[in-house]
């Protein structure tokens, strides 16, 4: 299918555990971007992408990791997840063209729970 | 004090009226401006670009006001499909590399 999508659709963890949550855009998309958005605060952006092998940090980057070996696939890892890292996870894509950046689209989200 | 700020609402509006709502935002180099729509907590959807001329797209309208620094989301005969929240979203600047800057929603509840 074409578009963006997540998976696990919901996980459920416990505390220490590792967790990696998958990302795939069949667009080839530069840019890829993975959020958490919990109530109160809307969407926080966790990590980003500029291609394939170029990551950084975004706002709240503790606790997570993720690797960029191939355009379409953004995969986010939880190297032990905590329960604070309970929240809904939004992937997100989008490319530059004519000198500006377009909307970002997102994918269905993963709905992670810690316990 | 937040980049990208909206009023959380709920805008509680009745069927076929109009509501509106701003969206403020603190970097003055932003570029690009977008509404989002999210309905419960699935993934934001593209409703509309912001241009600087202001757009309207059916029943919505956006504008943006760089003087002041805000942009907002009009909707005339409000339907009870557009209960939802609807996000804001700003790009910085031209070194951003695509980053987006949310605003945290601002609900609206159509009512019959």
């Known amino acids: 299918d074409a578009g963006i999508t997540q998976s696990p659709r919901y996980k459920i963890t416990e505390t220490g555990r590792q967790v990696t949550l998958m990302c795939h855009q069949t667009w080839s998309h530069s840019y890829m971007f993975w959020y958490r958005q919990d109530l109160g605060h809307g969407l926080r952006l966790i990590y980003y992408?500029?291609?394939?092998?170029?990551?950084d940090k975004g706002e709240v980057p503790d606790g997570y990791v993720v690797s960029r070996s191939k355009t379409e696939n953004f995969p986010l890892t939880l190297e032990s997840a905590t329960r604070s890292q309970t929240s809904v996870y939004f992937c997100?894509?989008?490319?530059?063209?004519?000198?500006?950046?377009?909307?970002?689209?997102f994918g269905p989200g993963t709905r992670l729970t810690v316990l | 004090r937040k980049e990208v700020e909206q009023d959380p609402g709920p805008f509680n509006v009745p069927e076929g009226a109009t509501v509106a709502f701003n969206c403020t935002y603190s970097n003055s180099a932003s570029q690009s401006f977008f509404w989002y729509r999210q309905d419960c907590r699935k993934e934001p959807k593209l409703l509309m670009s912001v241009y600087s001329s202001g757009n309207e797209d059916g029943r919505f309208t956006a504008q943006l006001n760089r003087a002041s620094q805000y942009i907002s989301l009009l909707i005339r005969d409000s339907k009870l499909s557009d209960s939802a929240t609807y996000l804001c979203?700003?790009?910085?600047?031209?070194?951003?590399?695509?980053?987006?800057?949310f605003g945290a929603g601002t609900q609206v509840v159509v009512t019959p």
């Open positions: 997100a894509s989008t490319e530059l063209a004519g000198g500006s950046y377009n909307e970002q689209f």
């Open positions: 979203a700003v790009i910085p600047g031209a070194d951003s590399w695509g980053k987006f800057q």
């Open positions: 992408s500029a291609a394939a092998d170029i990551t």
